[in-house]
């Protein structure tokens, strides 16, 4: 059982920047070994020299530069990961992205790259990693929304992204539970860079509040460790999070 590995090996996507940047500085502060992948080569190298200064115990992060939609780059990253640490725990497709705009004046595009990233990325991602899950009786962490579970305005096409993230969860639970857990985290708001690739004007204006108000991508990284550590005593299968605006 992975729970009695002091230090396990993850394999992270989107590392380069705001959650996905947060869960590796975080795990390698732990003493975790981490394969972090994105497609930013300098702020991907920026966030592995921080989080190697603050590594403790086994702790380490290396990285690869790789786009989360080439299936052939991606399994060579994987096995890159475990050329190098010998194995997988856990993998982690957090790259993803959300565009927001009324639904009939969105662009073609913009729908297609959310479908693109935030769903074909995540079934490449376990599709490179689920062998080596298998192996080591791992653990794939999703990284959903609130949306996940809701529609909200302006976001409908970004919700069925989430969506599908959250039912690829419990389709693993359903079919290989014996095998790999399974962890959906689904975050509210996060005080990240995430709003910024909304082009709509008004719908920046009254949104970047929320977001600057929002959780520290830092408390989304609690979660994952949360479920990493859990083994053992329990699988954590879900989590819903949201900002305490209080």
């Not at 475990?82 to 073609?108: M, Q, R």
């Not at 995430?194 to 929002?214: C, M, N, S, V, W």
């Amino acid at each position: 059982m992975n729970a009695t590995r002091s230090s396990q090996v993850v394999f992270l996507t989107g590392a380069s920047s705001g959650i996905g940047a947060a869960i590796a500085r975080m795990l390698v502060a732990e003493g975790h070994r981490v394969m972090g992948t994105a497609r930013r080569q300098d702020l991907l190298e920026a966030v592995a020299e921080e989080a190697n200064a603050g590594a403790s115990g086994e702790g380490r992060m290396v990285t690869r530069v790789v786009d989360v939609l080439n299936a052939a780059s991606q399994r060579e990253a994987v096995d890159a990961c475990v050329a190098e640490f010998g194995h997988v725990d856990v993998a982690i497709p957090n790259a993803g992205l959300g565009v927001f705009s009324p639904i009939d004046k969105a662009d073609l595009t913009d729908w297609l790259t959310m479908v693109d990233v935030n769903v074909k990325g995540v079934l490449i991602t376990l599709h490179a990693c689920l062998p080596h899950l298998v192996a080591s009786k791992g653990l794939f962490v999703n990284i959903g929304s609130v949306a996940s579970r809701n529609v909200f305005p302006n976001s409908g096409v970004y919700c069925a992204t989430k969506h599908a993230v959250l039912a690829l969860g419990e389709a693993l639970r359903q079919d290989l539970g014996k095998q790999v857990a399974s962890t959906t985290i689904c975050p509210g708001a996060v005080n990240t860079a995430f709003i910024e690739q909304t082009r709509d004007a008004e719908l920046l204006d009254k949104y970047r509040p929320g977001f600057k108000d929002g959780m520290p991508p830092e408390f989304v990284a609690r979660q994952v460790l949360l479920a990493m550590e859990g083994r053992g005593d329990g699988i954590v299968s879900d989590i819903t999070i949201r900002p305490d605006f209080i």
